[in-house]
C-alpha cells in the first residue's frame, strides 16, 4: 500500500534475534498506521492479563503514511504498550528529527518482546538490528546515555534512551529522544527499563513513495499558505505553548496549589513573556516546520544561570510551577531539566510532588515537603528515580501511591493518569475528555481545549458537548494515525485530511468513513482497556474535583458529568453500529 513498506520489525530480546514480518494492506486501510495500527498490535500482541513490567509486555513503535514525505508536522512517531501508571492501554508520541530514521529502516512498525539477560543498546538501521551491552552506562541519565548509544551507531543515526527512573520501574518513567524530546506519558520508560533496553537507535534513510506527489505537493503549498496568514500560527513562533500561561489564568483555568484554585497569583513571573525578557531563546523546531513552536532556552541570573534546555513546555511549567506555586521560570526551568536526564515525566512528577505538599499541609505526609519548595521538589525527585525511601512508594504512581498512603480522597487522576493543566470544572468538555480517553487524564486525544479557551464553543455547557468533543477527538485519531503534530490542527481540516490521506495511501474516503475509521481505531483503546479490566465505571474525573469548587467557585457536578458521559456514549456506540 502506498506511504507504507508494509513491514515490521520484530525483536526477540531473550535470543538476542530479529525478523522483518509483512502487514498487510487489509490492516492498513483499516488504521491507517500510527495510532490506529499500533492500537491494533498492541491488541493483537499483548497476552490478556499480562503484568506491565514483565516481559510479556510488548513494546511497539510505530511511524504512519506521511512519515517522512514533505508534509508539515509529520516527523512523529509512536509508541504503545500496557501502561505500569494504569494497568491499560498506553500510547505516547514524540517529535523531533527520530521519525524519518526509524521509517526509513524500512519498516512501519518496530515490536519489542521478551527481556536482555543485561542492560543493552538496540541499534536499527536498513540491514537490521546490533545489540550492544550497556552495563556500564547502568544508572547514566538519559543525555550521557543518548551520547554514549550515538557513538555506537552509524553516523546520522537517531536515539530514544531512558534514565536511572526507567531503569528503576518508576511507573510514570518517561523516554527522551532528541535529548530533550519525550515519549512523556504512561510510563513507557519502566517498560524499556523492565526489558532491559537502555535505549534504541535508528539510522534510515529510504523514504516510501506515496500515490499522488503532485497531490501530496499541493496540500503542503496550501498548508503553508494558510500558516502564513494565521495568526495563531505567529504566537506559537514568538511564545511557543507558554503562552497559555496567561490564557489560562485570564479564564481561572490554570491548575494551581494541588488543584484548589484556577488562578496563580504570580502567573506573570512564570509566564511566556517573561521567558522571553528574561532567557536567551531561539526558535527550535522538529524537521521543516514552520511552526518553530519549540524553544531553546538559556538562563541569564540567579542560580542557574547558564542552564540550557529546551522548553520549558507549558505543562511542565502547569505541573512544576502552578500545582507546586513554583513562583520563578528559573527554578521550573531547573528542576524540567533534572527530570529529562532521570527520565522523569514533568506532569506527573509535578503533580506527585503538589499531592504531597497539599498533604502535608494537612498532616498526612510523612516527608517535609511544602509549597513553593524546588529544592526538596528536587530532592524528592531523586528518590523517586533512585527508588528510595518515600521515593520507592511514589514511584509506583498516583493511584497505587494514593492507595498506600491513604491520600485517594485528595489525589486528581484517572484511571491513574494525571489530568493536564486545564481545570475541568471550567472546561467542561475537557472534564469529558479526560474521563473518556483511552490512556488516562489526557488532554491530546483530542485537545478540546483549543475550542473553549478561544471561545468557540460555549465552555460551561453541557448539553451537545459530547459530540463536539468527538468532532475533535476524531480529527486527532486520524492526525495520530498519519501522525501529524497537533499543532496543525486549525491548518489541517477535514476536507484537507481526506485530501492527504488520498494523496499518501491512494484511500479515496467521504466525511463519514473517515469518521467511522476514526470512530474504530479511538475503540480499540477502549477494547483493550476493557480486556484488562478497565470499563465503564473507571471513566470519571475524580471525587474531589465532583465534589469540590475551586476557589473561584467554579464547579463540574457528577449530574453534569453523567448527562455528558451518556451522550459520549451513545453517539460512539451508534456509529459503531453504523459502519459495522
Same mark, same amino acid.
Given at each position: 500500500m502506498k506511504g507504507f513498506w508494509n513491514r515490521l520489525l520484530r525483536i526477540d530480546l531473550d535470543r538476542g534475534t530479529w525478523r522483518t514480518e509483512p502487514i498487510s494492506d487489509e490492516l492498513l486501510v483499516r488504521t491507517l498506521g500510527g495510532k490506529g495500527l499500533g492500537a491494533a498490535l498492541l491488541l493483537a500482541e499483548n497476552p490478556p492479563g %499480562?503484568?506491565? @513490567? !514483565?516481559p510479556g509486555n510488548r513494546f511497539i513503535l510505530t511511524t504512519g503514511p506521511v512519515t517522512g514525505t514533505a508534509m508539515w508536522g509529520q516527523s512523529r512517531f509512536a509508541a504503545f504498550a500496557k501502561s505500569p501508571a494504569t494497568g491499560g492501554y498506553a500510547e505516547s508520541y514524540c517529535g523531533g528529527a527520530l521519525a524519518p530514521k526509524i521509517k526509513g529502516c524500512g519498516v512501519d512498525a518496530v515490536i519489542l518482546e521478551g527481556r536482555? $539477560?543485561? @542492560? &543493552?543498546?538496540?541499534?536499527?538501521?536498513?540491514?537490521?538490528?546490533?545489540?550492544? +551491552?550497556?552495563?556500564?552506562? #547502568? +544508572?547514566?541519565? *538519559?543525555?550521557?546515555?543518548?551520547?554514549?548509544? /550515538?557513538?555506537? !551507531? $552509524?553516523?546520522?543515526? +537517531?536515539? =530514544?534512551?531512558?534514565? $536511572?527512573?526507567?531503569?528503576? +520501574? %518508576?511507573?510514570?518513567?518517561?523516554?527522551? !529522544?532528541? #535529548?530533550?524530546? &519525550? /515519549?512523556?506519558r504512561c510510563g513507557l520508560g519502566a517498560v524499556l527499563g523492565s526489558k532491559n533496553v537502555k535505549g534504541i537507535s535508528f539510522c534510515g534513510a529510504r523514504r516510501a513513495a506515496v500515490a499522488d506527489p503532485d497531490g501530496m505537493r499541493r496540500i503542503v503549498s496550501a498548508v503553508a499558505r494558510k500558516g502564513k496568514e494565521s495568526p495563531v500560527s505567529a504566537l506559537y513562533r514568538k511564545?511557543? *505553548?507558554? =503562552?497559555?500561561?496567561? /490564557? *489560562?489564568n485570564a479564564q481561572n483555568c490554570f491548575p494551581t496549589r494541588y488543584w484548589s484554585s484556577g488562578r496563580f497569583a504570580k502567573w506573570e513571573a512564570i509566564s511566556a513573556d517573561y521567558m522571553i525578557e528574561n532567557f536567551d531563546v531561539v526558535?527550535?523546531?522538529?524537521?521543516?516546520?514552520?511552526?518553530?513552536? *519549540?524553544?531553546?532556552?538559556? %538562563?541569564? #541570573?540567579?542560580?542557574?544561570?547558564?542552564?540550557?534546555?529546551?522548553? $520549558?513546555?507549558?505543562?511542565t511549567i502547569y505541573a512544576l510551577g502552578g500545582l507546586n506555586e513554583v513562583d520563578s521560570l528559573e527554578e521550573i526551568a531547573w528542576l524540567n531539566d533534572l527530570c529529562d536526564k532521570l527520565g522523569l515525566d514533568t506532569m506527573s512528577a509535578g503533580n506527585i510532588s503538589a499531592l504531597a505538599a497539599e498533604a502535608r499541609a494537612r498532616g498526612r505526609f510523612p516527608w517535609d515537603i511544602g509549597y513553593n519548595q524546588p529544592d526538596r521538589m528536587a530532592e524528592l525527585f531523586m528518590l523517586i528515580a533512585e527508588g528510595r525511601e518515600i521515593g520507592a512508594v511514589l514511584g509506583q504512581g498516583i493511584k497505587r501511591a494514593a492507595a498506600e498512603l491513604g491520600l485517594e480522597d485528595l489525589a486528581v487522576h484517572v484511571k491513574g493518569l494525571e489530568p493536564a493543566g486545564f481545570e475541568p470544572r471550567v472546561l467542561k468538555g475537557m472534564g469529558l475528555a479526560y474521563a473518556t480517553a483511552a490512556r488516562g487524564a489526557c488532554h491530546l486525544r483530542g485537545t478540546f481545549y483549543k475550542a473553549e479557551l478561544a471561545g468557540l464553543v460555549d465552555k460551561a455547557a453541557v448539553a451537545g458537548k459530547a459530540v463536539q468533543v468527538i468532532d475533535y477527538e476524531d480529527r486527532?485519531? /486520524?492526525?495520530? &494515525? @498519519?501522525?501529524?503534530c497537533r499543532f496543525f490542527r486549525d491548518l489541517i481540516l477535514w476536507d484537507e485530511l481526506g485530501a492527504l490521506i488520498a494523496a499518501a495511501t491512494g484511500l479515496a474516503m467521504t466525511r463519514e468513513e473517515l469518521e467511522a475509521m476514526a470512530n474504530e481505531i479511538t475503540l480499540d483503546g477502549r477494547r483493550f482497556n476493557l480486556r484488562e479490566g478497565l470499563g465503564a465505571e473507571d471513566d470519571r474525573l475524580p471525587p474531589r474535583i465532583l465534589r469540590e469548587k475551586t476557589a473561584e467557585g467554579m464547579s463540574l457536578g457528577p449530574e453534569e458529568m453523567d448527562v455528558m458521559l451518556r451522550e459520549y456514549n451513545a453517539v460512539r456506540e451508534s456509529r459503531r453500529r453504523r459502519s459495522s
Open positions: %499480562v503484568d506491565a @513490567l !514483565s536482555r $539477560p543485561a @542492560l &543493552s543498546f538496540l541499534a536499527v538501521d536498513e540491514q537490521g538490528v546490533t545489540f550492544h +551491552g550497556a552495563e556500564p552506562f #547502568r +544508572g547514566w541519565t *538519559t543525555d550521557r546515555a543518548e551520547d554514549a548509544l /550515538l557513538a555506537l !551507531s $552509524p553516523p546520522g543515526a +537517531g536515539a =530514544m534512551t531512558i534514565g $536511572p527512573a526507567g531503569e528503576n +520501574g %518508576v511507573r510514570f518513567a518517561c523516554i527522551k !529522544s532528541d #535529548r530533550w524530546r &519525550s /515519549l512523556g511564545y511557543g *505553548t507558554p =503562552m497559555q500561561v496567561a /490564557l *489560562t526558535n527550535h523546531a522538529c524537521p521543516d516546520c514552520f511552526l518553530q513552536c *519549540t524553544k531553546f532556552c538559556r %538562563v541569564r #541570573r540567579g542560580r542557574h544561570a547558564g542552564l540550557e534546555l529546551e522548553g $520549558p513546555e507549558y505543562e486527532a485519531a /486520524l492526525f495520530d &494515525s @498519519l501522525i501529524l
